[in-house]
């Protein structure tokens, strides 16, 4: 039930207001028993705005923050503040030490305790958002163009996750204001973001790597610009919305293309358009966004949403995503299309739209079973998708079937017909892979006998874009050698991943060898020179000088017969020495085809079914693998679909 009336907007003109997802004073008496002994401060801000500060529109406002407020909380512990100097230090690309991650992967087992808003928040703390809010949405000409259900989705909200509460507003409009201000008088909302994001840019943001914690917070983001697309997309909350520019944040629950979770801004147009950004990748264009592929989309809101079906908030055995009344599906906004699935002899009420996640087939949508069919709507095309009817049991329903314009074409596996394929890779050759790898080209390694290198011996150059991710470099007989220089071009930073000398071409016995930089580096790049030769070829030393130079001491009396080096990369190559299984799907699941260990970069299966779904698993270890197809003779991952 939504209450409605309709009020004077001063200045602009008669609006609308429905408190959004509202409820009943029921649903008001519930947020205020939860708040529990800090009732007393929600009704001290609610008397404010019905005795002192007669606002009707910041009254509901107030009511509607209020209702929604036992939904949200700031995690305490004293780890956020190690993640928060972490992050802060590390470089582009940086990762977090192994014990900073076991650290923080046990508190989480611990469950850490969670300070709910609704027990500590004070009436002037949401007061003085309130008042913010309402001064900066009403000075701004784009904002009669909306609901008022808008401005308290997209403008009023105090906080944008699980951080700490904070007096963020009037920090980030004293600053972006002026700028804004400045450039633009106009009333164009996405003309005025531009502005805004383009700024931020200039500013910069050093993006580390991917790790599960809580939102760092509008003070920290605001004197740090670090971390996650997360945190790209908090910066851009806390800003546009001090301006009274309407923000929101998307995201897919996992990608259909490689194993990942992502997030972006996006604007709501006064067309009610979804305008997608990330304001430190492209500049802010309509009926434009990256590449990535997403399958389903899902908005983070403040208020809670009408159940898709109903019942299911309340529905256990229905996976917790889709009993979540804080996200949205907001596909429409971005793809318009329905497919419909025979799902013949299923007893469940609902199924799901599967995507693999590398192990199993991960539910990014949710559907009701009529008259043994299913219909999901605003589906991405050109993605691999399988029908499950129980996400735990990961139970298929018919076969796997790719969308393309607007209907499903099934991968049913011809037993009756056969193909020989060769396989070198578990994951998709991305774009930043390639990028990745041709961080080497150009690269150098001399040897010399001497450590000035009066005599110096090139012994190897990459001459292109690999593709690979180990060099195997075999010496000549009778050279002796104890310093090797590896040096990156002028114009590039060097990105090694592994570098290692061995007295044997079996690469058995591994020489110890000492690195040293050859320029001045600072402490943190020397800390993580060891990353070099961790045996890890996803950890990677990355310079911070471009054309730098790296010694490597092998020590006296040692004679190197093979050396191996790894640029930067995902180590989801065919690995020698690992054991690998082929698996197909079928409409009851994955039959195996074969399993072998591989004793070079690739493998060979001889009777691998025609049109059918391809899983290369690797037995010994690893977690990011992606199924596939093989047609002519390459081997086509959902990320290469077009």
Partial sequence: MKIKNIFSFIGIGLFVISIPCCKTNNDLDQAFSFAAENREELVKMIKHYENEDKDEQKLQAAK??????????????????????????????????????????????????????????????????IDFSFKVWRSRKWSKNYSFNDFCEYILPYRVGNEPLENWRAL???????ILDSAYKGNDVIEAARIVAKQLKKEGFTKTQDMDYPNLGAIFLYKTRSGRCRETCDISLYVMRSLGIPVAVDKYLLSPAYKSQHFWNVIVDTTKKAVPFLYNEDEIVRNKFDQRKKGKIYRETFGSNEERYKGIYNDKNIPVVFRDPYL?????????????????????????LGVFDGLNWKAIDIGEVQEERVTFKNLEENIIYQVIADEAKNTPINFPFILKAGAPHYLVPDTTS?????????????????????????????????????????????????????????LPKGERYRYFRYTAPLNQSIQLAELHFYKD??????????????????????????????????????????GEKLLFDIGIGNITKTITFSPRNDDNFVRRGETYSLFYQTNKGWKLIGRQESTSGYLIFNKVP?????????????????????????????????
């Fill in 505 to 546: 071409t079996s690469q058995n016995k591994e020489i110890p060898t000492k690195i040293s930089p050859l320029n001045s580096i600072d402490s943190l790049h020397q800390s993580i020179l060891s990353l070099i030769n961790d045996n890890d070829p996803v950890s990677f030393y990355m310079s911070s000088n471009k």
């Fill in 172 to 178: 980030y409009f004293n600053k972006y204001s002026k």
């Fill in 64 to 129: 509607y923050l209020i209702i929604n407020m036992p939904h949200y909380y700031s995690v305490n512990s004293p780890l956020i503040d190690t993640i928060r100097k972490t992050a802060a230090a590390l470089p582009i690309g940086g990762r977090f030490t192994d014990s900073t991650v076991a650290a923080w992967n046990e508190s989480l087992k611990d469950r850490m305790p969670l300070i709910y808003d609704a027990k500590v928040i004070k009436a002037q703390y949401l007061i003085e958002n």
């Fill in 328 to 352: 949205k599906d907001v596909s429409e906004q971005y793809f318009k299309n329905e497919v419909t699935i025979p799902v013949n002899g299923s007893k469940e009420k609902y199924v799901y």
């Fill in 610 to 642: 025609n049109n059918a779904l391809l899983w290369l698993h690797d037995e010994t270890r690893g977690t990011e693998e992606e199924v596939f197809i093989y047609q002519n003779d390459k081997q086509i991952f959902t990320y290469d679909l077009h």
């Fill in 418 to 474: 056969f193909q020989k394929i060769h396989v070198s890779r578990k994951y998709p050759f991305m774009t930043t892979l390639k990028q990745n790898l041709g961080t080497s080209v150009g690269v150098k390694i001399d040897a010399s006998r001497d450590i000035k290198f009066r005599h110096p011996q090139q012994i190897f150059i990459v001459a292109d874009t690999p593709s690979i991710n180990k060099f195997v470099i075999n």
